[in-house]
């Protein structure tokens, strides 16, 4: 009798399994869910809500995409709930941020690492640029190291927050200048950070490419230096910071993407990898990304596993002294 | 005048009735607890995409404005505030429909609102380059001044003892240290990964006044005692435009306090309605009617929420700085649809910017026609038995508190807090100061500890904090608030002898 019932389960197991894989070739038959760790109305959120918004499509993943946000504590509130409470059956997305996750599970405190998530695709890529306000005398990041060095721990310079790519740039610049300058970290994110260097209560800052192309055009700010390897198409004229003599690669680049929890099956996984690069392709993606500033970068599964280990690797060398 | 040039747009068919349907829309989401007016806006980003940038800024609009005075109708009918900013009108909301009134509240405050509100967008639209100079001139120092400002009215808010109120005051502060604190990297009373991100503000506030009422009901049970409203009183509308118009002077304090605290970032219209409700009493001739459905607390709560609306922009629109948690949804949803907001916005898109603060204007007169339609019938809902009333609050609770984030642990914080503001009403505390010190603490300490950041690598704290003009004020008004509770209370306690 005990045998039966074992065989009978075993049956039901094997029946079940390839149930699920067949249930794989008809993924996905329902509607799905992008998590977003940062609040409605940030950059990251609706930069997800335009690159998603055609996911519905036939040639796409044929199943709408509903953004979920789960704000707190720099995205360590969304990212701890992605990486223990997330379901693992592909419907469950997350949306990430690079150096912001890896930079936090180097630093502590939360239940993630890069090998806690599966990458699915890159979209954007948003570089840190240092900037001044319209009026200031500074016109070069020369001038920056100039004042730093003059008046050691005098400069105050505005950025986001802690462990976020404008935190990594400022600490990448002071070590390559050999500079101590003050960081004054912002609570408002890179919107309050940009208005400390507008209204002059801080002499710099370090601020997103696209919000300081869009508050250059204003008139309220200089851009002094793009912290990338080279020079972006909004912002033709600002020279890198290695061209102005600052050894500052791209670790700070704020890269965005779409990833799954650890534990997604592997055709799942597989099928979008395939699917997602060519969705942010869209035309009406590309237009609508153009038309909000956001520089895009779409990169596929295997080169955003590349760029995740090469930021761990810089980033554990970078915050080992803090 | 540029703005009359405007109008036709808000009023072709399609904008007119986009406008229309946001706001019956906005005002039913802002009814109900938990959909704040962030959450609202938030939710119709997605179909702005299908429309033309006009027409989807001109659903925002009206949703923005339309939400905020629907948060009054559970404020003063339920005793939940919809969002922060409808806190104050609880007090004298719920009060006076407790009465029957309910049909006399919700007129009085959708009248208050249309005025604020009116007068808020006035504003907006005539002295917007002269009012984004005054954004700029709060900095660190400024705005932790300004939520000091707030936080000594804590005392005198809502309960009758000032020791008792800057007690829920100091539990307020505390609840609001919990989480990850960004800054210092530190992590503060984080006993279960759920508060890791701190106690998000609405949850709170639907446990800190649900809950205890519910309690009560519950306990109240089917006993006789206490008879609950048999019905509601009529009362036209022509009443309610004469009552409001003779209440000039908390309607003139409500759209003062409201309008320049909406210039401020970050502080927002959270506290507009609390300072403007703690002002109008403190200079009104009828002092102690305030808490027992007076209505100039209405009159001023309303006002100044509304009237926060208009202002909040300004950053907003000339700098790219949102004011609100609301104003930054709505730059998201200006971006998307290619509007970068600067100080040339009025001149590079026109067609954009004035139909939208037109609709807000057209928006807010439609919100308060509406309202007064549906005023009376709204406030039966104070016949409705306890008995059928208590569960479907707590279901409310529960949906509103579940839907911030969907998440449940909202919900077992939700809970947590009200069971605990149970208990600290039946000590004669009040819920009122505790949740303005939730809201300011955070705001202080962030503003303080930039600031003393900043400071140190200048001249230091003393001075970054105690020089300027602005600074002098503001220090001035803190120190006149104090002592003047410390008077009131020290002539109560005469009294009382």
């Known amino acids: ?322 | 005048m540029d703005f009359l040039n405007y109008f036709g747009e808000v009023f072709s068919l399609w904008s007119f009735l986009i406008l229309l349907g946001g706001t019956i829309i906005g005002l039913i989401l802002g009814a109900t607890p938990g959909l704040s007016p962030t959450m609202a806006v938030a939710l119709a980003i997605p179909f702005t995409f299908q429309m033309d940038a006009v027409n989807g800024l001109i659903l925002l609009g009206a949703l923005y404005t339309s939400t905020v005075a629907g948060g009054a109708v559970s404020a003063i009918l339920l005793k939940i505030p919809g969002a922060p900013a409808n806190i104050a009108t609880t007090l004298d909301g719920n009060a006076m429909a407790k009465k029957g009134e309910g049909k006399k509240a919700l007129q009085l405050s959708f009248l208050a609102s249309l005025v604020g509100g009116v007068l808020g967008v006035l504003l907006l639209i005539f002295a917007t380059p002269v009012l984004a100079k005054w954004t700029l001139a709060f900095k660190s120092s400024e705005s932790f001044w300004i939520a000091i400002v707030g936080i000594t009215i804590i005392g005198t808010l809502g309960s009758k003892s000032v020791v008792k109120g800057l007690l829920a005051g100091c539990i307020g502060m505390w609840i609001g240290t919990i989480g990850f604190d960004d800054i210092q990297g530190a992590q503060r009373f984080i006993f279960h990964p759920s508060l890791s991100g701190g106690v998000h503000i609405i949850p709170a506030l639907i446990g800190l006044f649900a809950i205890p009422q519910i309690i009560d009901m519950f306990l109240k049970g089917r006993s006789r005692d206490d008879m609950e409203v048999i019905k509601v009183a009529p009362h036209p509308i022509t009443k309610a435009v004469k009552e409001v118009a003779r209440r000039t002077r908390a309607l003139g304090i409500g759209t003062a306090v409201g309008s320049i605290i909406g210039i401020i970032p970050g502080v927002g219209g959270q506290i507009a309605g609390l300072v403007a409700y703690d002002q109008s009493r403190n200079f009104s001739a009828e002092r102690e009617k305030f808490g027992t459905g007076h209505s100039e607390g209405i009159i001023a709560a309303e006002s100044a929420n509304n009237a926060m609306v208009g202002p909040s922009l300004v950053p907003l629109l000339t700098l790219s700085i949102p004011g609100s948690p609301t104003a930054a949804v709505l730059l998201g949803g200006l971006i998307i649809n290619g509007i970068f907001p600067g100080p040339g916005i009025f001149k590079t898109d026109p067609h954009v910017v004035w139909p939208f603060i037109n609709s807000m204007l057209i928006g807010q007169i439609l919100m308060c026609i509406f309202g007064l339609l549906i005023a009376g019938w709204a406030a039966q809902i104070a016949r409705v038995p306890r008995h059928v009333m208590a569960p479907m609050v707590l279901a409310l609770a529960v949906f509103g508190s579940y839907s911030v984030q969907l998440s449940m642990d909202h919900v077992y914080i939700m809970l947590i807090i009200g069971a605990g503001m149970f208990v600290l009403e039946r000590y004669g505390f009040s819920a009122a100061p505790l949740v303005l010190g939730l809201i300011l603490g955070p705001i202080a300490e962030e503003h303080f500890v930039t600031g003393a950041a900043i400071a140190q690598a200048q001249d230091g704290i003393i001075p970054f904090f105690f020089t300027g003009t602005l600074n002098l004020c503001l220090i001035a008004i803190v120190v006149a608030s104090i002592t003047y509770s410390v008077w009131m209370e020290i002539r109560n306690r005469k009294v009382r002898g």
């Open chain 1, 1 to 322: 009798m005990k045998k039966l019932l074992a065989s009978a389960a075993l049956a039901l197991m094997a029946l079940t399994g390839t149930a699920q894989a067949d249930g794989h070739g008809n993924y996905p038959d329902r509607p799905m869910m992008l998590m977003v760790s940062y609040g409605a109305g940030g950059a990251t959120d609706f930069q997800a809500r335009i690159v998603t918004m055609t996911a519905g499509n036939e040639d796409a993943l044929g199943m709408p995409i509903a953004i979920i946000n789960k704000p707190g504590a720099g995205g360590r509130v969304g990212w701890n709930w992605f990486a223990t409470q997330a379901e693992a059956d592909g419907y469950t997305m997350g949306a990430y941020n690079i150096p912001h996750f890896i930079a936090q599970s180097i630093k502590g405190g939360v239940e993630y690492s890069a090998d806690s998530f599966e990458p699915i695709a890159n979209w954007g890529a948003d570089p840190a640029v240092f900037v001044v306000a319209a009026d200031s005398d500074m016109n070069s990041m020369a001038d920056v190291v100039e004042f730093a060095k003059a008046n050691p721990g005098k400069l105050t310079f505005s950025g986001a927050g802690l462990f976020v790519g404008h935190h990594i740039a400022a600490l990448q610049i002071e070590k390559a200048a050999g500079v101590k300058m003050a960081y004054i970290p912002n609570k408002k994110g890179g919107a309050g950070a940009m208005k400390a260097v507008i209204s002059g209560e801080v002499m710099a800052g370090v601020n997103n490419l696209s919000d300081a192309f869009r508050a250059q055009e204003a008139g309220t700010v200089k851009i002094l230096g793009v912290a990338d390897l080279e020079r972006n198409a909004f912002l033709p004229d600002v020279p890198t910071m290695m061209e102005q003599g600052l050894d500052v690669d791209n670790s700070s680049v704020n890269f965005r993407g779409v990833m799954v929890p650890k534990g997604t099956p592997k055709a799942i996984i597989d099928k979008l990898a395939a699917t997602v690069p060519t969705m942010f392709e869209n035309s009406r993606v590309q237009g609508k990304m153009k038309a909000g500033g956001s520089p895009m970068h779409i990169m596929t599964r295997d080169e955003v596993l590349a760029m995740w280990a090469a930021r761990e690797e810089t980033l554990k060398e970078l915050l080992a002294g803090l």
